[in-house]
T-cell receptor, first 115, second 114 residues
Framework: NAGVTQTPKFQVLKTGQSMTLQCAQD?????MSWYRQDPGMGLRLIHY???????DQGEVPNGYNVSRSTTEDFPLRLLSAAPSQTSVYFC??????????????FGQGTRLTVV | DQQVKQNSPSLSVQEGRISILNCDYT??????FLWYKKYPAEGPTFLIS?????DKNEDGRFTVFLNKSAKHLSLHIVPSQPGDSAVYFC?????????????FGQGTILTVHP
């Protein structure tokens, strides 16, 4: 079982460059989301999607775009990378986001450094 | 403003003893609380959860206690094992548009010594 797959695992960008972090899940989960993890801050929600064609902003959406054209994929786009976006990014999926006890499945993370 | 706080960055425990990880929250609208465990270079994995209408939930060696009046929850691991060494995140959700929107604490690094 692949679960949630993130690519790439590591990336170094120069300030101002753009890139897309890929996330795919093979569990037919309706809900997908992106978090960033920073030291002393825990995980913070960037964007989320409750189904194909539907996306919304989380706690820290500035500088990031998302789209959800299929159930399986939820890419995160950095439009113009800044050093403040240096972080570890996690993609997560949930089968039923209306069930409060349903667990989230996370990918292995993408470590991004912006220089 | 951090709505979920884990004030202990780290905890060190001997194998076989009890580990107690603490978490405080400020948002009264939270109605479900979850604990996630994270090993280095891996994503977090779900460990245990508790509804706000309960005060205790147990799963094997793991028990979560909730004190709503104090806005405090704790995770007890008994007995602790070296394989439990990881970062533990407390998280909460409040429903609203989606229970998928989790608010996480900063995490506590647990080290269990053989």
């Amino acid at each position: 079982n692949a679960g949630v797959t993130q690519t790439p695992k590591f990336q170094v960008l120069k300030t101002g460059q753009s890139m897309t972090l890929q996330c795919a899940q093979d569990m037919n989960h309706e809900y997908m989301s992106w978090y960033r993890q920073d030291p002393g801050m825990g995980l913070r929600l960037i964007h989320y999607s409750v189904g194909a064609g539907i996306t919304d902003q989380g706690e820290v959406p500035n500088g990031y775009n998302v789209s959800r054209s299929t159930t399986e994929d939820f890419p995160l786009r950095l439009l113009s990378a800044a050093p403040s976006q240096t972080s570890v990014y996690f993609c997560a999926s949930i089968l039923n986001h209306q069930n409060p006890s349903t667990e989230a499945f996370f990918g292995q993370g993408t470590r991004l450094t912006v220089v | 403003d951090q709505q979920v706080k884990q004030n202990s960055p780290s905890l060190s425990v001997q194998e076989g003893r009890i580990s107690i990880l603490n978490c405080d929250y400020t948002n009264s609208m939270f109605d479900y609380f979850l604990w996630y465990k994270k090993y280095p270079a891996e994503g977090p994995t779900f460990l245990i959860s508790i509804s706000s209408i309960k005060d205790k939930n147990e799963d094997g060696r793991f028990t979560v206690f909730l004190n709503k009046s104090a806005k405090h929850l704790s995770l007890h691991i008994v007995p602790s094992q070296p394989g439990d060494s990881a970062v533990y995140f407390c998280a909460a959700n409040d429903g609203g548009t989606s229970y998928g929107k989790l608010t996480f604490g900063q995490g506590t690094i647990l080290t269990v010594h053989p």
